[in-house]
């Protein structure tokens, strides 16, 4: 079993599941009751079970572990939570699995790493499992709100994070890598890049048609292959802020719009490339203004001022928190030029 997602076997076409669906003999499926309203009807075979994803605590996790029956494979269909919760299920039990996204939301569809929540932190589990095949329906995920499938594109902008981070961390004479500029350069050019091909497939209704549906997900195994992944820079706030939020309020937001929210906090706070990555968030549609994600300004706050702890709980690497303090007037400031 080969846990690089890089060479996962991602199988993309129109009616791609009812071509598959003859091979889903005893199996038992993991969803949401979204997903599964789409994607039923086009299953051959009635599933043993269907639990519905209920996030990734690990009482949960073990309570549907316990009535699992016996079966041959595992279907995870859905959105992140339901492709970590079937790859949790499946390595534990040891069952082949396949992954069928119904939207392009996360990165969750090319890793392997699983965040498991327990009462006192979260708990990262490096490899778990490796999918059989992904199945990527065009007409499955085009079905799904189009705002879901473009809070997807997050998952490729906030590399830019990841520069200017790497920049403000040096300009501070902390311990990083020397500066590189064509390693910038090549972040720079992968985002612009696949920003533009998601960008022109794009309907009428702001729905990515086949070509941005791939991009978008494609752009979450691309990223092994940039050089500024080896280089473990680690400092940027995006993801930082989107878990923090989750511990602190006891709920998630959508990622890819979190992260989008993250991405321009980042850029704001490390003072680089803050109107780039807004302007590429809003041609790619994809959501960030609180009130649109979910979230209010002080839930944000709140979020914020505890990132530096979250990190140190889990032994993330040390971000602008753990330097700056955040005032009032600095936040408000941020707030207003991210909701203009």
């Known amino acids: 079993m080969d846990l690089d997602s890089r060479r996962w076997d991602a199988r993309y076409g129109w009616d791609v599941i009812s071509r598959h669906a003859a091979q889903f003999q005893d199996a038992v499926v993991v969803s949401s009751p979204s997903a599964m309203a789409l994607v039923e009807p086009l299953l051959v075979h ?80 490096m490899g778990t499992v490796a999918p059989e ?53 090549e972040i720079l050019e992968w985002v612009d890049t696949r920003v533009r091909e998601y960008r022109q497939s794009l309907d009428e209704n702001g729905q990515p048609r086949e070509a941005g549906i791939r991009v978008a997900a494609e752009v979450n195994r691309e990223r092994y292959d940039l050089k500024l992944h080896s280089l473990k820079v680690g400092h940027s706030l995006d993801h930082a802020f989107c878990i923090t939020f989750e511990w602190v309020h006891g709920r998630e937001l959508l990622h890819g719009e979190a992260v989008a929210l993250g991405s321009l906090i980042n850029a704001h706070l490390y003072d680089w490339g803050f109107d780039r990555t807004k302007e590429l968030l809003e041609a790619c549609r994809t959501r960030f203004r609180p009130a649109e994600i979910g979230c209010t300004h002080q839930e944000v706050l709140e979020a914020l001022n505890q990132v530096a702890a979250f990190a140190d709980l889990v032994g993330h690497p040390r971000n602008y928190f753990h330097y700056r303090g955040l005032d009032r007037e600095t936040f408000d400031a941020m707030m207003a030029a991210i909701e203009a």
């Open 133 to 185: 095949y992904l199945l990527f329906d065009y007409g499955v995920i085009r079905q799904a709100p189009a705002h879901l499938n473009c809070s997807g594109m997050a998952e490729c902008i906030c590399y830019l994070g990841q520069v200017g981070a790497w920049k403000w961390w040096l300009d501070q004479d902390l311990e990083a890598p020397a500066w590189d500029q064509g390693v910038a350069d």
């Open 46 to 125: 009635r599933p043993l079970q269907v639990v519905f994803q209920r996030g990734m605590h690990d009482s949960i996790l073990e309570e549907m572990l316990a009535a699992l029956p016996e079966a041959k494979r595992m279907l995870a269909i859905g959105g992140g939570n339901a492709l970590d919760v079937g790859k949790y299920l499946a390595w534990k039990k040891g069952w082949p699995l396949v992954m069928i996204p119904t939207i392009v939301s996360t990165g969750a569809v090319f890793q392997s790493p699983l965040a498991l929540r327990r009462p006192d932190r979260f708990e990262w589990i």
